[in-house]
């Protein structure tokens, strides 16, 4: 045999040997996975998922035991624990028994479904069917017992005029026929007699 052979014979032994061994050089030099770690969600991320679910263009309804009606939409709703959703672009309607019909919008807020109470937060704005027109930047509403309250300073107009509060509050007190705006802490009213002719 010449010495051509000779190398082809041990090159077919010696090269799949320097192969298997690389191959095991890999393996025991690479590094243990931890088929937990590479999950691509960790547990407080899925929590989260579950809690964040969310509802488009959710609409509830219902009546008072006085018999007022009271819608509420949103454009979404997302659930964060079993009493508190988060919503966005809210609008409540309450049409009440006497004939007046008052209507809130805001960016967004919380609602309790189980229990009717809301908060209604940021660019909050208050329409009423007798003239008025009121911004804030918050409101507390249950609308079961249809207490809507605003717990920091109003502005707006109304069938009188111009008024500022630090604080309003909107209820049907017990025995009467209909629902009241009541305005406190430090009341400007600036009349305009136009209005009041209108």
């Known amino acids: ?43 407080e ?14 609409f509830f309804s219902g009546t008072t035991e006085d018999g007022d009606q009271v819608s509420i939409a949103a454009s979404a709703m997302s659930t964060l624990s079993e009493l508190d959703n988060a919503v966005t672009d809210m609008s409540a309607q309450i049409d009440l028994v006497s004939g007046t019909r ?26 009423t069917s007798t003239g ?4 804030t930047d918050r409101l507390d509403a249950e609308f ?14 109304g069938p009188l005029g111009d008024l500022d509060a630090g604080k ?13 705006l009541i305005f406190t802490n430090g009341v400007k009213l600036v009349y305009d007699p136009n209005k009041s002719e209108e």
Not at 15 to 32: G, I, K
Not at 132 to 135: E, G, H, K
């Open 132 to 135: 008025y027109r009121l911004t």
């Open 168 to 180: 309003m509050r909107f209820e049907r007190r017990e025995g009467a026929e209909n629902a009241h």
């Open 45 to 58: 991320e899925i929590e989260e998922k579950l809690r964040g679910q969310q509802v488009t263009a959710p």
């Open 1 to 43: 045999m010449d010495r051509y052979s000779q190398i082809i014979a041990w090159l077919k032994v010696l090269l799949p040997l320097t192969a298997l061994a690389l191959l095991s050089t890999l393996f025991l030099l690479s590094r243990t996975i931890d088929p937990v770690a590479d999950m691509p969600f960790a547990d």
């Open 102 to 127: 008052v209507v809130l919008f805001s960016d967004s807020g919380r609602f309790d479904v189980k229990g009717g109470a809301s908060t209604l937060e940021g660019n909050v704005v208050i329409t």
């Open 144 to 157: 079961d017992t249809l207490v809507v309250e605003s717990p920091g300073p109003i502005a707006g107009t």
